[in-house]
């Protein structure tokens, strides 16, 4: 036998930031490592951030850094290219070095854009699909305050393009923040349907992550422990948001699933679920949540040893079931759980069929375009992913 034919043998790369710092109260961090990369920041953040004080907290910590900040805070849910190009605005007034982004997906996404265009002359369609960013972004700084997309350690961030109504995925190296500051405490305050909504972003990142055909061992180890930290800790979390054992391991999971699909991409999930996010602003949580389990159906049969990895570390026993019965619990525990924290079926979320199957083919091609279906171990057709988005109304 080849000693170099074993599942692992080749050779893979794997990215993440210069430095991730976190836990409990580490939110304190931002002054710190703001001062290395220069004088004047931009910090991104919404309306949510500043009600909830977190943006005062991150500003006296920046200027305790002896940097001074700008603050734009009018990023929405979804960002899109009007929001990035008035951010840019104001990091070119103030002549900024770095965008510091505070906030969930959306406020990261934003800053990480508004990082790129600083740098380049492009508009940000221009940048759609992998390395279309010519030059290094300004440095961005990352504060997450959902346990949800994992952006503040990938190097993707997602737009809405309002021309076309297209949620475009942008995919660079230069998009990797250089420094996540990752602090639970900042989680408590999300209101239920948030916490419950972006929890299910993360674990659809971990399993993605796992059964994507460009997995490879690095993001494996990650993913599955990812699954397992929210199989354990995600109903307590969204419980009890007091629950600080809980809330420290759900936003660890976040970050874990984060690395894992940063460095092996998503699957059929994600690409089906943006264009319902562009085109019926279903938030990106939910529009995966109510994918996730008819996708996991979908792709099963092709990968089942790998689904029966994802039932075990949901904390289910598959003892003395067949590869295709422990695969399908699999499908039953990822149902179970969103249950249990209340995630609405598709027919609550009061989208109208036949408006939404009526742009079925264009959302099917969209998701194609994407290049993430192309990850899943059961590759879907433009028929078979219109088939998935009809079973949404059953
Ligand atoms: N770049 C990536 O790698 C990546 C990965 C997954 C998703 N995304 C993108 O991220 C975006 C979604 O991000 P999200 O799910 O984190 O939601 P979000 O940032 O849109 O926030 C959702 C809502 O929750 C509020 N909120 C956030 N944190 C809060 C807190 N701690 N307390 C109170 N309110 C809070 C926000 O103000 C907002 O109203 C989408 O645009 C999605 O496409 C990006
Ligand atoms: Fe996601």
Avoid at 87 to 92: D, N
Avoid at 128 to 157: C, D, Q, W, Y
Avoid at 194 to 212: K, P, R
Wanted: glycine share 6%.
């Amino acid at each position: 036998m080849n000693p170099f034919d074993f599942i692992g043998s080749k050779m893979y790369e794997f990215r993440a930031p210069q430095i991730i710092h976190f836990g409990l109260g580490c939110l304190k961090k931002v002054g710190s490592e703001a001062a290395r990369f220069g004088k004047r920041a931009l910090l991104v953040s919404d309306q949510s951030m500043q009600k909830a004080g977190y943006v005062a907290q991150a500003l006296e910590q920046i200027k305790a850094g002896g940097v001074e900040a700008a603050v734009y805070d009018q990023v929405n849910a979804e960002p899109t290219d009007k929001i990035v190009d008035e951010g840019l605005r104001i990091y070119k007034d103030n002549k900024c070095d770095m965008a510091i982004a505070l906030g969930g997906g959306s406020p990261i996404d934003a800053a990480k854009a508004i990082a790129a265009m600083a740098t380049n002359t492009a508009k940000v369609p221009d940048f759609m699909g992998l390395n279309k960013i010519a030059k290094p972004a300004a440095p961005i700084i990352a504060i997450p305050t959902t346990a949800g997309t994992g952006s503040e350690v990938t190097r993707f961030t997602i737009i809405t393009d309002t021309a076309r109504d297209v949620k475009m995925l942008i995919v660079s190296d230069f998009l990797m923040p250089q420094a996540a500051i990752v602090d639970p405490l900042l989680t408590i305050s999300m209101p239920g349907w948030v916490a419950a909504s972006t929890a299910v972003d993360a674990l659809t990142h971990a399993i993605e992550s796992y059964i994507s055909r460009k997995a490879q061992p690095l993001t494996e180890t990650l993913a599955l422990e990812a699954i397992r930290l929210l199989g354990t800790y995600l109903r307590r979390a969204w419980a009890n948001p007091e629950d600080l054992e809980a809330k420290n391991y759900t936003m660890l999971a976040s970050t874990v699933a984060g690395m894992a699909f940063s460095n092996s991409s998503v699957a059929m999930v994600h690409g089906m679920s943006r264009p319902i996010g562009a085109c019926f602003h279903v938030a990106h949580g939910l529009s995966n949540a109510i994918l996730l389990p008819l996708v996991m159906e979908f792709s099963c049969v092709a990968a089942p040893e790998k689904f029966a990895d994802i039932a075990e570390a949901m904390g289910e026993n598959i003892e003395g079931l067949t590869l295709m019965e422990a695969a399908n619990v699999a499908v039953d525990a990822v149902r179970q759980l969103c249950d249990d924290i209340k995630i609405p079926r598709a027919i609550e979320l009061k989208l109208k069929q036949e408006e939404f199957m009526r742009m079925a083919p264009k959302m099917a091609e969209d998701a194609l375009a994407s290049g993430s279906p192309g990850n899943n171990p059961r590759r879907p057709s433009k028929e078979e992913i219109i088939e998935v988005y009809g079973q949404l109304f059953k």
